[in-house]
């Protein structure tokens, strides 16, 4: 068994971080010291990714599932899940300057989005002019809400805590 739906994207990660949610959200989560922790944000309709690269492409494979996808945590550096209000039932893969419509349509409701992040030691580490290595694959299935969790978590993160943020 397989996705019932994927698309791949080059998203402009900037910041460190680019955002999945529903296409309506206005992205209100936050940068708290939990946020920091799992290094990914999470809003009621939306989360933040953070990446390794700064600003830079990225490679994200972005997967719809019919129920919660097998696991195996051996190729991930990290792996986090959220859950995710969709009320449109329409997805955005969005940074500051970038913005993807998703074509699948979504049963409107709560989802369990999984990412698993690869390669993250070979981010740009903030040198604009060359792509990071570092890739993404978001998975989401219907699932009722639950609280974020680590599954596997990367040691090699920078000290992220909000204190140490210009």
């Known amino acids: 068994m397989g996705p019932v739906w994927a698309q791949d ?9 680019f955002q999945v949610g529903d296409r309506e959200s206005v992205l209100a989560f936050e940068w708290d010291t939990a946020a920091f922790q799992r290094h990914l944000a999470v809003a009621a309709d939306a989360i ?5 690269t700064m600003y830079g492409d990225v490679a994200v494979r972005i997967e719809g599932w019919g129920a919660e996808p097998p696991l195996d945590l051996s190729p991930f550096d990290q ?4 859950s995710v209000e969709v009320p449109t039932g329409m997805l955005s893969v969005t ?3 970038s913005d993807f419509k998703l074509a ?6 709560w989802y369990r989005i999984r990412v698993a992040s690869q390669n993250l030691a070979d981010g740009d580490a903030g040198v604009a002019t060359r792509r990071g ?3 993404y694959l978001v998975q989401l299935w219907p699932e009722v809400e639950r ?3 680590i599954l596997k ?13 210009p």
Not at 9 to 17: A, D, I, K, N
Not at 79 to 82: F, R
């Open 9 to 17: 994207l080059e998203v402009y990660s900037e910041y460190g971080q």
């Open 48 to 52: 933040s990714v953070a990446t390794t």
């Open 79 to 82: 792996v986090v899940e959220a």
């Open 95 to 97: 940074s500051v300057s």
């Open 104 to 109: 699948a349509r979504l049963r409107p409701g």
């Open 133 to 135: 290595d570092d890739r």
């Open 147 to 149: 609280l974020p969790w």
């Open 153 to 165: 978590a990367w040691s090699g993160w920078p000290d992220a805590s909000p204190a140490s943020l």
